[in-house]
């Protein structure tokens, strides 16, 4: 995508404070609040039917909310229709008109506002510049390809100078390789224009590798606030965890006080518990594959953990292999990097699970 003319307007800050919303009884958003800073990318990110659209809707004006408010740039806009918040959404089917050329398409919203002639032509070249497809504008949606549809529908939305730009799961109709290409796209756009910009999905992937901060929601309610990399090495509870990236989850119970606390893992094994950890009443016992080794039984030594486990099982993933080992009744993960020549412990075979304390993560629910 290549600039041509700046469609930017000043960034601005998204707040939204104490919003609760229900369908009958079915209560959808729970006394959400966030602040989002002005020309961050922001992503509400969580499974379906956690209440991302709806929030991301209401802000857009489609959803009303029983209680709480909704600011841009610090005014109010909780009572203003849609047309009146200045925000362009970007709908997951995209909704282009289909006998409507693409330079048809991108003006038509220009049009519907009364923008002038000269004008609407200024903004569609300089948006059709943006997303790289100047040299398409007289063909119809049917003749593009699934990604270059998605940009038309950027394009159409940044044309009307919108303070906020809403995405709404714009990536799911797109095939994997296409995905990969469209969202660096995106984050390249959003970037240069320097636009507030709010990206719904239920894919990690794509909102660790284009946003600034993520929203993870679960029936309703925000679970954290964070960077990426904070939700992923800090998680706040269970959820968080096992949503972002594969978490290896064990139960027991805690016993003992201070420097002499274990953790009894379901089927017998004793995980000393570090003096400092905080344990939460109801903790699980939670770290990353990648954090943990496999060695020869033994001791492990410097400090590390020394678990004694079983191989379940083996799977070749090119740049790692991952095991499935069991400590005790309980299977987890554990992914090794692969290295040619390197030997591979064999399924059935014993060996030991090796862990940093400061790896382990104690977190409830």
């Not at 600011?71 to 009146?84: E, S």
């Not at 000269?118 to 003749?143: D, I, K, N, T, W």
Request: glycine share 12%.
């Amino acid at each position: 995508m290549n600039a041509t003319v700046s469609l930017t307007t000043p960034a601005v800050a998204v707040d939204i404070e104490g919003v609760n919303l229900s369908y009958g009884t079915n209560h959808v958003l729970k006394n959400v609040s966030l602040a989002i800073e002005p020309g961050e990318f922001f992503a509400f990110l969580g499974p379906s039917g956690c209440g991302k659209t709806t929030l991301l809707r209401l802000i857009a004006g489609f959803n009303h909310a029983d209680t709480g408010e909704v600011r841009i740039g610090g005014k109010p806009i909780t009572d203003l229709p849609p047309w009146k918040r200045d925000v362009g959404m970007v709908f997951q089917s995209y909704a282009l008109w289909p006998h409507m050329t693409v330079r048809r398409n991108v003006a038509f919203g220009l049009e519907e506002r009364g923008v002038k002639r000269a004008e609407v032509e200024r903004r569609v070249e300089a948006a059709l510049g943006l997303v790289g497809l100047a040299h398409l504008a007289e063909r119809r949606p049917s003749q593009l390809s699934g990604g270059q549809q998605q940009r038309v529908a950027v394009a159409r939305t940044v044309a009307v100078e919108p303070k906020v730009l809403l995405l709404d799961e714009p990536l799911s109709n797109l095939d994997a390789k296409m995905r990969v290409q469209v969202r660096r796209e995106l984050r390249d756009l959003q970037q240069r224009l320097g636009l507030t910009t709010i990206f719904v999905t239920h894919d990690q992937e794509e909102a660790n590798t284009i946003c600034d901060r993520i929203a993870v929601m679960n029936d309703g309610i925000v679970q954290q606030v964070g960077t990426p990399m904070e939700l992923y090495e800090r998680p706040a509870n269970l959820f968080v965890a096992g949503f972002l990236g594969t978490a290896n989850i064990l139960g027991g119970k805690l016993s003992g006080n201070g420097g002499t606390r274990v953790f009894e893992i379901e089927g017998g094994t004793r995980v000393p518990v570090p003096a400092d950890a905080q344990v939460p009443e109801g903790a699980k016992l939670v770290f990353r594959p990648q954090h943990a080794s496999l060695g020869d039984a033994g001791p492990a030594g410097d400090g590390m953990l020394a678990l004694p486990c079983t191989v379940a099982n083996r799977e070749f993933l090119g740049a790692s292999v991952r095991y499935g080992v069991r400590i005790g009744t309980t299977e987890v993960a554990v992914d090794v990097p692969f290295q040619s020549g390197s030997g591979l412990f064999e399924v059935g075979s014993g060996a030991t699970l090796r862990l940093s304390p400061r790896s382990l993560l104690w977190l409830a629910a």
